[in-house]
């Protein structure tokens, strides 16, 4: 058996090298930021290939999606809103940026500072905010959200998700 270790070992450190190779392959293409935005307009997106500027996953649905624009006409693109404001938090533009949400009450771009958000949503990353045009009772706006985030108030954290949904 010892003599069949070295083997074993080279075998196991070639699969890792392959396995890494193949997964930086499948995400070549991926579109993490887009140029020439200029008019910070919400760009089209296409479904797995775009990625997320704050996780690095592949952006498969568009249902909580986001993106954010500056003026000099970059966008990067999320698929939490959660993720926008965690990756937002620490940038020198971070109250000059447009921010665009997927309106699940009207599937189009809105707004994100003017959009009103649920708290308890099966979101792609769990933070839990659905982004809405209209406001219905129990909803919250930009600033609320941003700082329940910001605070750990999302439907990751086990205390929060216990008292929003009374489980």
């Given at each position: 058996m010892q003599k069949f270790m070295p083997v074993l070992i080279i075998l196991m450190i070639v699969?890792?090298?392959?396995?890494?190779?193949?997964?930086?392959?499948?995400?070549?293409?991926?579109?993490?930021?887009?140029?020439?935005?200029?008019?910070?307009?919400?760009?089209k997106m296409e479904l797995n290939k775009y990625q997320d500027s704050d996780c690095g996953m592949v952006i498969e649905d568009l249902e909580y999606a986001s993106q954010v624009s500056i003026k000099n006409g970059k966008t990067w693109f999320f698929h939490d809103?959660?993720?926008?404001?965690?990756?937002?938090?620490?940038?020198?533009?971070?109250?000059?940026?447009?921010?665009?949400?997927?309106?699940?009450?009207?599937n189009s771009w809105i707004n994100a500072r003017k959009a009103f958000y649920s708290l308890t949503e099966n979101t792609p990353m769990g933070y839990g905010?659905?982004?809405?045009?209209?406001?219905?009772?129990?909803?919250?706006?930009?600033?609320?959200?941003?700082?329940?985030?910001?605070?750990?108030?999302?439907?990751?954290?086990?205390?929060?998700?216990?008292?929003?949904?009374g489980d």
């Open positions: 699969t890792i090298i392959v396995t890494l190779f193949l997964s930086l392959a499948s995400t070549e293409g991926m579109i993490v930021i887009k140029e020439g935005n200029m008019k910070q307009l919400p760009l809103h959660g993720g926008f404001v965690n990756w937002l938090k620490d940038k020198e533009f971070q109250n000059s940026a447009v921010i665009w949400v997927m309106s699940r009450d009207t905010f659905g982004a809405y045009k209209n406001n219905v009772d129990g909803y919250v706006g930009f600033e609320t959200m941003q700082l329940k985030v910001l605070r750990g108030e999302t439907m990751n954290n086990p205390v929060i998700r216990k008292k929003l949904l």
